[in-house]
């Protein structure tokens, strides 16, 4: 038995008339256009609230910091606050009672300007006196000096006399070792006679010296003359020394010329002599020279020795013929 003819869409179809090509790839592309604007419409309302998001959850977050450090930092700030008011009224204080000072020490530097100005001007005046006063006192002790080695003009003074005879140094032993030392025909007439006040030595050691005042000043003159003669003078077994009896002063600056005459006796030529009270005077080649200070005297000597050294030399001689 033959099959029914089914009746469905297909048998619809087969009975439309098929449209054409062309219409319906048109109307593809339109939907494909269509679809895509869509989603691209759908795509930047995504990212239009993405962003609005972004921005309302910044400010939240903003809002939520803002509000956790007004509430962490808020107590901190107020007590740091009250801290630096505090410090300002200290150092205020301060600074007005360094002021206060200020202002006192400078009223106390004015003061203490003119004190020293006036202590200045003391001192000025001071030293002026004192100035005067110095000058005043070397005359005075120049004179006093002065006056106390020609009180002792007539003095000689008698070293090496044994002090065994208590009597040894009376005037009348003294007269006589003087007549007999220096061979007079007539014993000198002494005023008086005394050994120097320090303690008596002992046994074996050097005697005391003897000052002794001749009544006349040419027998003084004469005895000194006598012993810078004989310098060493021999009398039972001693050996006794003769000088005159000069100031602490003066026998002070006198010795300071003892190395100078010592260099003096080795040159050739020269004659010298200590002047009173202590000028050492110099004879050299016919000049006459008078020094009072022993530096300008050795300074001299180095000359006049640099100068005979050369006249000694071979080649100076051979330069003169």
Not at 106 to 125: F, H, P, Q, R, W
Not at 144 to 159: A, F, H, K, P, V
């Amino acid at each position: 038995m033959p099959p029914k003819p089914v009746k469905g869409g297909n048998s619809i179809q087969s009975h439309l008339r098929p449209a054409p090509r062309g219409e319906s790839s048109a109307c593809a592309e339109s939907t494909l256009v269509s679809e895509a604007a869509a989603r691209a419409a759908a795509i930047s309302d995504v990212s239009s609230l993405k962003q609005e998001l972004l921005a309302a959850l910044r400010d939240d977050f903003t809002a939520i910091l803002k509000a956790e450090f007004h509430s962490v930092l808020g107590e901190s700030l107020s007590s740091i606050k009250s801290e630096l008011l505090s410090f300002k009224k200290e150092l205020s204080s301060g600074l007005t009672a360094v002021q206060e000072s200020f202002t006192g020490l400078n009223v106390t530097v004015a003061e203490m300007e003119k004190s020293l100005s006036t202590c200045t001007d003391d001192i000025v005046g001071l030293r002026k006196t004192v100035d005067s006063l110095t000058k005043t006192v070397a005359q005075l002790e120049d004179k006093c000096d002065d006056l106390e080695s020609r009180s002792r003009r007539q003095n000689i003074r008698i070293i090496g006399v044994p002090e065994d005879d208590p009597l040894s140094a009376s005037t009348a032993a003294v007269s006589r070792l003087l007549k007999e030392a220096f061979g007079f025909a007539d014993e000198p007439l002494l005023d008086r006679a005394h050994r120097i006040p320090i303690p008596k030595p002992k046994a074996g050691e050097r005697p005391r010296p003897i000052v002794a005042k001749l009544h006349y000043h040419s027998d003084c003159v004469k005895i000194l003359s006598k012993a810078r003669e004989l310098q060493r003078i021999k009398m039972n077994g001693t050996t006794i020394f003769v000088f005159p009896d000069y100031t602490v002063r003066t026998a002070r600056a006198r010795a300071a010329f003892t190395d100078c005459r010592r260099r003096l006796r080795g040159i050739e030529g020269v004659r010298f002599g200590l002047l009173h009270p202590a000028r050492l005077r110099i004879t050299h080649g016919g000049t006459t020279r008078v020094f009072t200070s022993p530096e300008e005297a050795n300074i001299y000597i180095e000359s006049i020795t640099k100068f005979s050294e050369m006249e000694l030399s071979p080649s100076f001689t051979n330069w003169q013929d």
